[in-house]
Structures are given as structure tokens and as C-alpha cells.
């Protein structure tokens, strides 16, 4: 009962769901999801060496992988994954959205996420020298200007000189997955989704 009225209260409200409240075996699909993007953000792993259909997987398929399983499935990422999971699962602890977003109440925290970045540089008052624009605001819609100054500007955030707008995309595009974003049929352009907060 707790779980379906967690999963109501997300859907209802349109906050992202709180994966790090459950055990990973309980997690979904999209709990998996969520938390690989937050081990990509948050422990700068690079997202092209993921192979995402590999952990299209519900969360007690993804706590019975080995560590050879994710080596396979993320390359010199899976390691990392590999010992992040074990780490939750024993210690049941993670630093979660949820306590971001307090910190954020105060201070705008310092966009860990890909996502999250886009949108403290679509709201900042400084000049961001139009590498992003809206193009309808009240929709959450946006558009990339300037596609390779972005992909160094988040590299530059993440202290990763190889970064580039195809590897930025791609992370984009996972997004989708996630309802942080959804499908705009325009060459750049993309738009918040039901996940996503802070950008109204």
C-alpha cells in the first residue's frame, strides 16, 4: 500500500520519484532509470560508455548483476555503478533530489544535473552569451543556440575536456526516459516534463 500511494502521490504532484526512498530491490524500471542518471551527474561518469537498454531492467534484475555483468553492460563505468549499488544496498543511504531541493530553497545549488544546469542557465540574469533561448516559456519549451559552446560549458562544470554536444544529447535523450524532458519534433529543441521542477 505504501508503494502505490508513493507512486500516486508522484504522478499526482509531478515530482520526480523518490527511488532513493525504496530498497533497490524494490525499485522499477524507472527508479533504474533515475538512479543512473544520478550516478552519471553526481559521480561524473560518462555517459556514452552506458549501454541504458542493458539496465532497462526492473530493480531486483539489477541488484542479481554481477560486477562482470556491469563491466559488460557500462564498461570502466560499471565498476563504479557496480560498487555504488552495493553501497546503498548495505548502507541504504544516498544524498537524495529531495535534499537537494531543500539546499536549493536557500541557494541555488550548483546544478549537478545536466538537466538541472539548462535550466539555472535559460533563468539566469546573466548574459549566457545565447547559447540557450525559449522558445515558449510557459510550455517549458527551449531551444540549443549555440550546440558545441554548451557542451564545453558543461564539460568546463564537470572537469570533462572530451565532452561534446553528441555526448550531451545523448544525455538529453535519456532524459525522455525519465519524463525530465519531452520529445520536441525540432532539430535542438527540447521541452521540460512532468519530472521536472523550477523552470515555471
Given at each position: ?34 538512479w ?7 559521480y ?8 541504458f537498454?542493458?539496465?532497462n ?6 541488484c ?20 555504488i549499488l ?5 548502507n ?39 547559447i ?27 572537469h570533462?575536456?572530451r565532452?561534446?554536444?553528441e555526448?550531451?544529447?545523448?544525455a ?5 526516459k525519465?519524463?525530465i ?11 521540460f ?7 515555471h
Amino acid at each position: 500500500d505504501t508503494l502505490i500511494h508513493t507512486t500516486y502521490y508522484c504522478e499526482f504532484y509531478c515530482i520526480p520519484p523518490l527511488w532513493t526512498s525504496l530498497p533497490p530491490e524494490h525499485w522499477t524500471r524507472h527508479h533504474v532509470c533515475d538512479w543512473l542518471q544520478y550516478c552519471c551527474d553526481s559521480y561524473k561518469l560518462d555517459a556514452a560508455y552506458i549501454s541504458f537498454s542493458h539496465f532497462n531492467v526492473l530493480g531486483v534484475q539489477l541488484c542479481s548483476m554481477t560486477k562482470e555483468d556491469f563491466t559488460e553492460a557500462a564498461g570502466i563505468c560499471g565498476q563504479h555503478l557496480y560498487s555504488i549499488l552495493q553501497d546503498i544496498r548495505t548502507n541504504g543511504e544516498v544524498q537524495t533530489k529531495k535534499q537537494c531541493r531543500k539546499a536549493s530553497g536557500v541557494k541555488r545549488m550548483q546544478s549537478s544535473h545536466l538537466w538541472e544546469f539548462l535550466r539555472d542557465l535559460l533563468l539566469s540574469s546573466e548574459d549566457t552569451s545565447g547559447i540557450l533561448d525559449w522558445e515558449d516559456q510557459e510550455q517549458g519549451i527551449f531551444r540549443v543556440v549555440k550546440s558545441e559552446a554548451l557542451a564545453q560549458m558543461w564539460g568546463k562544470r564537470k572537469h570533462n575536456d572530451r565532452m561534446n554536444y553528441e555526448k550531451l544529447s545523448r544525455a538529453l535523450r535519456h532524459y525522455y526516459k525519465t519524463g525530465i524532458l519531452e520529445r520536441v519534433d525540432r532539430r535542438l529543441v527540447y521541452k521540460f516534463g512532468k519530472n521536472s521542477y523550477g523552470w515555471h
